[in-house]
């Protein structure tokens, strides 16, 4: 069995730290050659050779620190870079602003929500804190105070986390449905309401999509509905991957409109979920595994049996997080919220606790001394 590799680089700062475990199991002495696109590794039992993907280049003559951990294996500080970058799909915005029609699946099953929709009007709705700041700003009542925005036939409201439509454009719920088809049809995704609560639910998997705001309004959570253009095929992806590229991309929407970095995770009653530090969207990482564990790696797969192999390149997020379940971290909690003007995102409590999940396996399949930082929980995110 071979070495495994992993490569980090700072695309911004052009600098990398480059870990090689599985040196354990070899005879000494190791040599070890780094050149501009590949790794070489001797031992008196064989050689490896590690090519690099085309798009990273190192810098050999910058290798000053070099160190053996205990655990992890040798880890290299050097200069390196990486060209290209992530190939980012339309976010939900762009994607109603334009002219095709599109339509809503439920991401969890499939299902039609809403078919082959255009809408008239896109339009995004004022901050949370939009009624505070027309009180500070206007010298006479407010004029908009206990007045809702909610959108009237063919328009669509966006929020951070959220979207509104009007309930006329929801599919027709008396349309049937072939049941031995695997094509979904728009009845199996009706809405259902109940008079005790106003959550919206597929009508084929039960899985909550949103809620009623009025009897005409409908919100549905970006994180729970799959919204592509109805020329397209329908193309169903892992809950897990959905969950992950919608979190990511709206971290570095609102980071970038906002120049905010800091977010507090929360449900839909106000419990906070946990709070995530968004450090830099610039982060390359390149990964190679085998031998060991699979799910230490970054990257879903298996391990390549071809030493010549060249390693998956992925664009990522790197971010803090603190887990606030329990009520703990209750005085860096009012901290966020009262001193440093952390930004609040709101979803369903089953999406916080996947997006907790998703990053606590992350943080778990890193190497040790790259898990923590000033006692906050390190992660990455796919771009």
Request: some cysteine; glycine content about 4%.
């Amino acid at each position: 069995m071979g070495c495994n590799l992993r490569l980090e680089i700072r695309r911004s700062m052009q600098s990398a730290i480059l870990i090689l475990s599985g040196l354990e199991g070899k005879r000494f002495p190791i040599d070890i050659s780094v050149s501009q696109s590949s790794l070489q590794i001797q031992s008196p039992d064989n050689s490896e050779e590690y090519l690099l993907p085309q798009e990273v280049k190192l810098v050999p003559a910058t290798c000053r620190y070099v160190q053996h951990v205990s655990g992890e294996g040798l880890h290299m500080r050097l200069k390196a870079q990486a060209v290209g970058s992530a190939e980012l799909a339309p976010t939900v915005k762009e994607l109603l602003k334009t002219e095709a029609k599109v339509t809503f699946y439920c991401q969890s099953c499939g299902a039609v929500v809403l078919q082959q929709q255009q809408f008239l009007r896109v339009l995004p709705l004022p901050s949370e804190n939009w009624s505070s700041l027309v009180e500070e700003w206007c010298c006479h009542p407010d004029p908009f105070a206990n007045r809702s925005c909610l959108p009237k036939v063919n328009d669509c409201f966006l929020g951070d986390t959220f979207l509104l439509v009007n309930k006329a454009n929801i599919s027709d719920p008396s349309r049937e449905t072939n049941e031995m088809s695997s094509v979904p049809h728009p009845g199996d995704a009706n809405i259902s309401k109940s008079k005790e609560n106003t959550k919206v639910v597929c009508k084929r998997c039960k899985a909550i999509l949103g809620e009623m705001v009025s009897s005409d309004a409908v919100k549905y959570y970006i994180t729970e509905v799959m919204i592509q253009p109805s020329s397209q095929p329908y193309n169903m992806i892992s809950r897990k991957q959905f969950v992950e590229s919608v979190i990511v991309r709206l971290l570095m929407e609102l980071s970038a409109s906002r120049s905010t970095f800091r977010f507090c995770i929360q449900g839909q009653d106000g419990k906070l979920f946990l709070l995530l530090w968004l450090l830099n969207v610039d982060t390359v990482l390149v990964e190679l595994i085998k031998s060991g564990r699979v799910d230490s790696c970054f990257f879903s797969g298996s391990p390549s049996p071809d030493s010549k192999n060249t390693p998956e390149v992925q664009n990522v997020a790197r971010v803090l997080y603190m887990p606030c379940v329990d009520n703990t971290n209750t005085e860096l909690v009012d901290k966020w919220m009262n001193e440093t003007g952390a930004h609040s995102l709101t979803f369903p409590p089953s999406t916080c606790l996947e997006l907790l999940l998703l990053l606590s396996l992350n943080n778990t399949a890193l190497p040790h001394s790259l898990r923590f930082m000033n006692n906050w929980k390190v992660a990455y995110l796919k771009i």
